[in-house]
């Protein structure tokens, strides 16, 4: 209807990957461009006949560290004086309900949730006054990261960049902006262990797109990973870990030995 928030979807049908709008427990099967004019193909399936899958395929992902100033306190590190930008590895992609495999060999290994923030159109040497208009929608992310590794290394592309470390989804908000009052939350085994609002950011999200679009061209279906709040922590297996973010819903994965 219109006016209703448009929940749009990836999905897994016999094999075969379609596009979709979450409607409630339904999912109505669409076509076309997210950025532009989806079609009402007037068939819908249960969403528990599907499997999601994320809700885009991004060439990139871009991500910042230490937006939230909490975040960085509880690490014992400074408040950066631009965006921290760091690349995490496409193979990383995780669907909703995907498994986090945690190796056995790394020590510790945190939840991060962040907002992904996709890009609609290529984008390069935008302000920050033009940077929303190259956005086509917001989704949940989740940061997983071997922190050991990450201090380790002095980089950070090994410790994120681990396969099933990057858990994106269940959907995808199509909406220009959301309000500085949303809520990200994660939940481990249902207990809420962060709790932030975006109006928290050090950067916001225009920001963000000025800054990255001044070296790399951002593409159409890239992700930006906005940063995450406080209250990091481990993960075991056998965990279950939820992003929860205001208007989108919830991003769950359990987590397994790494085999």
């Not at 935008?126 to 940077?131: G, K, L, R, W, Y």
């Not at 009052?181 to 932030?196: C, E, S």
């Not at 992700?223 to 965990?239: F, N, Q």
Request: aromatic share 6%; proline share 8%.
């Amino acid at each position: 209807m219109a006016g209703e928030p448009r929940l749009y979807c990836r999905f897994d049908l016999g094999g075969t990957v379609y596009q979709g709008l979450l409607r409630g427990n339904m999912v109505d099967l669409v076509k076309g461009d997210p950025g532009g004019s989806l079609e009402d193909l007037r068939v819908s399936y249960p969403l528990s006949r599907v499997r999601l899958l994320p809700p885009v395929e991004p060439q990139t992902l871009f991500c910042i560290g230490r937006n939230y100033a909490d975040h960085a306190k509880e690490l014992g590190n400074d408040v950066p004086e631009e965006p921290l930008v760091f690349l995490k590895a496409r193979s990383a992609l995780l669907p909703p309900e995907g498994s986090i495999e945690i190796p056995s060999w790394v020590g510790r290994v945190d939840y991060e949730g962040e907002l992904g923030v996709v890009i609609r159109k290529p984008c390069r040497r935008v302000t920050e006054e033009q940077a929303l208009d190259y956005v086509l929608g917001y989704t949940c992310f989740n940061d997983v990261t071997a922190r050991d590794l990450q201090r380790k290394d002095g980089q950070w592309s090994r410790a994120k960049g681990f396969d099933t470390f990057a858990p994106l989804g269940p959907v995808l908000l199509l909406a220009r902006e959301m309000s500085p009052q949303t809520r990200v939350r994660t939940a481990l085994n249902g207990k809420v262990v962060q709790d932030g609002r975006l109006e928290q950011l050090i950067f916001p999200v225009p920001r963000l797109i000025a800054h990255l679009s001044r070296f790399a061209t951002l593409m159409p279906g890239d992700v930006i990973a906005t940063g995450t709040p406080e209250g990091v922590g481990p993960l075991k297996p056998g965990d279950r870990v939820e992003v929860q973010i205001d208007g989108i819903g919830t991003l769950s994965n359990v987590c397994i030995p790494d085999a």
